[in-house]
């Protein structure tokens, strides 16, 4: 039930966001978060983002995935 | 950067080192069908232990909660909306799909914001939202109950069973039944939490505890550091999943829970009522508390679980398989207890990857239990 999941940020209107995860399009609540841009990366939850990765973080998510 | 295979070489290393068995909880759900999933379980050494712990959600939900929804399900004029999970475990009068199947408006979505969504939506109908789950999940459904508060959304509520981790971590350790050497602490729950809440269980019950994430590089390299700090004889809070983890975790979250909910003793399956370990709607929005809506629910007279030993299960005590109900009178497709409808119920877990692995080390969990206690 806590799985979350990593989504790249396409379109910001207030406290929705348009989210791109693996290719599909969602809405997203990003309330909880400060500054939000298109191009970030953030952590889903539940229909929320939960945490805005850094471009470190994303790197090093990468670096993992690779790793496997 | 390390790789997971680098991680795996550095847990064996310091495991030949160790003069008895080491058993580490993980107190996730998600952990813990990640271990099997990407075979974790299997590479480890015979001598270290991961156990589960109480980290399933709905797993922990007492069967009361789910007479509750029941009761509310079958009210005419209520829609439930629930994570999908719920809707398969069963209560005292049978679960929510049953009654979806005999007429009950129940609903799944997948986020709570749906569910307010459908009240919007639904303004002759009472929607009720199942909240289940712990931090990670309860700021999301605290910030549809501010919203429902402040757009006078009447027909918008909450049915509770939100709980906090923390409190249930301490309680095993206070309790002493089951002996641990530290904790793989939940990673997306400490997302919220923070990695420094976990410092009174490491600081002042001497529990060496990492936070960890989900791939199996991350539960490699957590392990191995949990193991770091028994050799080094350290006990602290480490965050091994620094790519989402802060040491404050999210203010933002933090404070729509603290300003939707208040702390309180709930009962846990298997574990009992813990001081603080729930979250309870204020009296401030004491209008979207399905409890307070709907105080006087016909439920039926609880009966005694034949057999079903998921209560042991969750306090890291039994493996699954030693369960007489397992794989037999209780499966996924005919679950008894809640471990085994939860895609992240330990029960669920074994039954799907095998769980040869676990029984050995719950078995030799107690091993380690009975050598210290030697060793004093």
């Known amino acids: 039930m806590c799985l979350a999941t990593p989504a790249e940020v396409v379109e910001v209107e207030g406290m929705q966001a348009t989210v791109d995860v693996h290719g599909t399009r969602r809405e997203v609540n990003v309330a909880f978060l400060d500054d939000v841009q298109v ?21 090093a998510y990468e670096e993992i995935m690779k790793d496997l | ?41 299997s590479l480890l050494p015979s001598n270290v232990n991961l156990v589960s712990g109480p980290g399933c959600p709905v797993c922990v939900t007492v069967d009361q909660y789910i007479d509750e929804a029941m009761a509310l399900a079958a009210k005419p004029d209520v829609i439930v909306a629930t994570f999908g999970d719920m809707v398969r475990v069963p209560g005292t009068g049978g679960s929510l799909q049953q009654a979806r199947s005999q007429g009950a408006d129940v609903r799944v979505v997948y986020s709570p914001s749906d569910a307010l969504d459908l009240a919007r939506k639904c303004p002759d109908r009472d929607v009720v939202f199942l909240g289940v ?14 919203c429902a508060a402040e757009e006078n959304i009447d027909n918008y509520s909450v049915l509770g069973a939100h709980k906090r981790v923390l409190p249930a971590m301490q309680a ?9 050497d530290g904790f793989m602490c939940p990673g997306h729950v400490s997302v919220i939490i923070g990695s420094q809440a976990y410092e009174p269980l490491a600081r002042q019950q001497g529990m060496p505890c990492v936070v960890t994430g989900f791939e199996a590089f991350d539960m490699a390299e957590g392990l191995g550091m949990l193991l770091q700090q028994v050799r080094e004889g350290r006990t602290e809070a480490e965050n091994q999943y620094t790519r989402a983890v802060t040491p404050e975790g999210n203010p933002a979250a933090k404070s729509m829970l603290d300003e939707v909910f208040r702390h309180d ?12 370990s729930g979250l309870s709607i204020r009296d401030e929005y004491a209008r979207c508390d399905a409890r307070r809506r ?3 629910l016909d439920l039926p ?12 299960v969750l306090r890291g005590l039994r493996s699954p398989d030693a369960c007489p109900l397992f794989g037999k009178a209780c499966t ?16 669920a877990a074994h039954y799907h990857y095998g769980g040869a692995q676990d029984a050995v080390s719950v078995q030799s969990a107690s091993a380690s239990q009975a050598e210290r206690g030697s060793a004093g």
């Open chain 1, 39 to 59: 191009g970030d990366y953030v952590l889903l939850h539940a229909g929320f983002a939960i945490r805005k990765w850094t471009a470190e973080d994303v790197a």
């Open chain 2, 265 to 276: 003793d709930v009962a846990w399956r298997g574990l009992g009522t813990i001081p603080d």
């Open chain 2, 133 to 146: 789950g712990f931090e990670t999940t309860a700021p999301a459904v605290a910030w549809t109950v501010k």
């Open chain 2, 332 to 347: 996924p497709s005919n679950p008894v207890g809640p471990c085994m409808v939860s895609t992240e119920g330990t029960c």
């Open chain 2, 301 to 312: 007279e609880r009966r005694e679980e034949q057999g079903c030993r998921c209560g042991e």
């Open chain 2, 294 to 296: 709907w105080p006087d």
């Open chain 2, 1 to 41: 950067m390390k790789s997971t295979q680098e991680h795996l070489q550095k847990i064996r290393e310091y495991a030949s080192g160790l003069d008895r068995s080491l058993t580490f909880m993980e107190v996730c759900g998600t952990h813990t069908m990640a271990a099997f999933r990407t075979g974790l379980r």
């Open chain 2, 172 to 180: 095993l350790v206070q309790d002493g039944e089951v002996n641990l």
